[in-house]
């Protein structure tokens, strides 16, 4: 764990190092900019935060022996570095290699808690799923390279300005890759995985998929439309908005009947992806910082509930079910204010980063003439208050209907014992020699949720200092159409 958050560490130096750079890399291939940097940082935030939450995770530790960390660690890494190049590439051969270095860890991650059938199968489903996605994207850019005739984005935006417009081989291309990549950010009609994989894969890599995937795909979203196929913004930008308010609706309304809280969060994923479509959709500078601003915001108030699921999973016979937090307000408020200030923010009530997002996008809407993608917006977040807020109203109107159960002996593994899980049942398995005690390792991960909803609130009554990072994203784009 140590060598994996000191590479995180040395990474997001390096990046901020980088910060107000702006140059190409590998012939072209990668170009590094503010906005490449900020899905990064993202990401590697998402995978420090979820670090701590792998920690006597049985997924990790049990199935895979003493050194199951070092193999977590590494799975995990690569994924990073998946999603570092896919927010640098500005050549479709870099693209896919890229979004096939972040998928494929993922798979195996999910799939990592080899003695729940529930795990094997989300990491079954998401191969196969996210196959078919990449299979998709790679023909829909093939069309779009014999159509332009080049495989660097800014030779594909001359050729798309020129007499290839309406060439149908462009055309199809742009449709067969809005598909691909609509797979990978769990944007309905094609969100059908989401739901079974993030209930189904251990919890801290639900939290890490959910968070760090969408910022880079976002980003690679982003240059591949407003930058190679900015020319045909009129052919590919209506298709975009469709897509947007559709898995607005089907999102909101799929997480009204949930009772598993990982599935909940996972419909309003599906949500929250097309609320962050809209930015895209407005083909702007404004669109682009609203859509950095919301995703940094939409990390912090994640990363909080996934981190509130994680613990009530190892403390309560529920697991992720929403009785695991009923009449959590009396018992554990330290865990309730978290989860409650992440719904409120996931809601968008004011006084939360999640508000300030929202108001960005519609405002972003607006400006690009899409006035009802902003009323969209405004009734996906009437229609997911009844959903939220049933999760508040169980932390701090329900009492609780359980008394807490002893955890079950489990066979000791590297010096465990039955008497330090009673002491502390919160996170349950054993001690490593590179990991924090027992007590450490619950105080690190309450102290990480309560930085994440502090954060929330900051950023949500003092937005400045993410919207001057997020506007300094959005100028990248800009500037790489002014080259």
Not at 174 to 192: D, E, N, R, Y
Not at 298 to 310: D, E, G, Q, R
Not at 322 to 338: H, K, Q, S
């Amino acid at each position: 764990s140590f060598f994996g958050l000191a590479t995180l560490a040395a990474a997001a130096g390096l990046c901020i190092w980088q910060w107000g750079e702006a140059k190409d890399l590998v012939a072209g291939a990668l170009r590094i900019d503010d906005l490449a940097i900020a899905a990064t940082l993202i990401a590697i935030v998402s995978a420090s935060f979820c670090v701590p939450l792998s920690w006597r995770e049985e997924s990790v530790e049990r199935p895979l022996g003493p050194s199951g960390h070092g193999e977590f660690q590494a799975l995990l890494l690569c994924s990073v570095l998946g999603m570092t190049l896919i927010a640098q590439a500005q050549n479709l051969i870099s693209f896919f290699v890229a979004l096939e270095l972040l998928s494929i860890p993922l798979y195996v991650l999910c799939g990592s808690a080899l003695r729940r059938e529930q795990s094997l199968e989300s990491g079954l489903k998401y191969l196969i799923i996210g196959s078919l996605g990449s299979a998709t994207l790679l023909y829909g850019l093939a069309f779009v390279y014999g159509a332009s005739g080049s495989t660097d984005f800014d030779g594909i935006r001359a050729a798309v300005g020129g007499s290839v417009l309406d060439d149908p081989l462009l055309l199809i291309g742009i449709a067969l890759s809005a598909t691909g990549l609509a797979f990978k950010l769990s944007v309905a009609p094609f969100h059908q995985w989401t739901p079974d994989v993030y209930q189904g894969a251990p919890t801290p890599v639900t939290a890490f998929m959910a968070v760090a995937t969408k910022a880079a795909a976002f980003c690679v979203l982003v240059r591949f439309f407003n930058v190679a196929l900015g020319p045909a913004v009129d052919d590919w930008q209506p298709a975009l908005a469709a897509l947007g308010a559709v898995s607005i609706v089907i999102g909101n309304v799929g997480a009204l009947a949930q009772d598993s809280l990982k599935r909940l969060l996972g419909y309003s994923g599906v949500a929250q992806a097309g609320y962050m479509l809209v930015g895209v959709a407005a083909a702007s500078e404004a669109g682009v910082s609203a859509l950095i601003f919301y995703l940094a915001a939409y990390t912090f108030m994640n990363l909080a509930a996934f981190a509130v699921i994680t613990i009530r999973e190892r403390e309560t016979p529920y697991g992720d079910d929403i009785r695991a937090v009923e009449g959590l307000g009396r018992e554990r408020p330290e865990l309730a204010w978290p989860l409650t200030i992440s719904m409120l923010a996931l809601a968008g009530l004011p006084g939360t980063a999640g508000f300030i997002g929202k108001l960005f996008l519609i405002e972003a809407a607006v400006d690009a003439d899409d006035t009802w993608l902003g009323v969209a917006i405004a009734v996906g977040t009437m229609i997911s208050l009844a959903y939220y807020l049933r999760v508040v109203a169980a932390m701090w109107m329900r009492p609780s209907e359980r008394a807490l159960a002893e955890p079950e002996p489990i066979p000791a593994i590297a010096g465990g014992s039955p008497e330090a899980d009673a002491e502390e049942p919160v996170i349950q398995g054993s001690d490593s020699a590179d990991e924090p005690p027992l007590g450490t390792r619950c105080r690190t991960i309450i102290a990480l949720t309560a930085l994440a909803a502090a954060a929330t609130v900051f950023f949500g009554v003092i937005p400045s200092p993410l919207v001057d990072w997020a506007a300094n994203a959005g100028e990248a784009i800009s500037s790489s159409l002014a080259l």
